[in-house]
T-cell receptor, first 119, second 114 residues
């Protein structure tokens, strides 16, 4: 299957600082990228959807100014958690959809996730 | 209406047995139903997926059964192995083509005992 990478895999930061997480589709062009948040032993919660070159669409209840998403190219999307606080500590997972060599447009591939801990 | 309800929450199966996880939905606009496997600390990996015009799809030890009239679909893992121990999520895609989004079930933690 297609490969999606995330960097960093884990990050610890102080309260009030900003953290940027990168998501890359390594072997296909991702026309749409998604950002999810997952708390321990819970399901994935969609935060936002972004298409290359356009503004992200945020899910209800997700603060746009707190979680900045940029989908600069067909292989790169970034999530910046601004002024992070302990309650932002979570597992953030990106996902990408696009036409790969074998998949159709429905298939969605996930990155390995980024563990954010805010002290 | 956008929910996907998954059961059971947890499942324990003996090695070699069949693991069965069920999902139900209400919205008939869903047009794609994937299953994901997630190990602790990792991202979900796509296992198998089905479209609503097909009643069953099999890939290796994994089979999806789909009942359109009942709005239910299930994952069967045949000859379950300890390495299958993970959390499984069903999902349903809402919205057409490339713009649709996945709605996830609550997840099932599977433990396969040796």
């Amino acid at each position: 299957g297609a490969v999606v990478s995330q960097h960093p895999s884990w990050v610890i930061c102080k309260s009030g600082t900003s953290v940027k997480i990168e998501c890359r589709s390594l072997d296909f062009q991702a026309t749409t990228m998604f950002w999810y948040r997952q708390f321990p032993k819970q399901s994935l919660m969609l935060m936002a959807t972004s298409n290359e070159g356009s503004k992200a669409t945020y899910e209800q209840g997700v603060e746009k100014d707190k979680f900045l998403i940029n989908h600069a190219s067909l292989t790169l999307s970034t999530l910046t958690v601004t002024s992070a606080h302990p309650e932002d500590s979570s597992f953030y997972i990106c996902s990408a959809r696009g036409r790969t060599g074998t998949s159709g447009l429905n298939e969605q591939f996930f990155g390995p996730g980024t563990r954010l801990t805010v002290l | 209406q956008q929910q996907v309800k998954q059961s059971p929450q947890s499942l324990i199966v003996q090695k070699g047995g069949i693991s069965i996880i069920n999902c139900a939905y209400e919205n008939t606009a869903f047009d794609y139903f994937p299953w994901y496997q997630q190990f602790p600390g990792k991202g979900p990996a796509l296992l198998i997926a089905i479209r609503p015009d097909v009643s069953e799809k099999k890939e290796g030890r994994f089979t999806i059964s789909f009942n359109k009239s009942a709005k239910q679909f299930s994952l069967h893992i045949m000859d379950s192995q300890p390495g299958d121990s993970a959390t499984y999520f069903c999902a349903a895609k809402l919205g057409s083509g490339n713009t649709g989004k996945l709605i996830f079930g609550q997840g099932t933690t599977l433990q396969v005992k040796p």
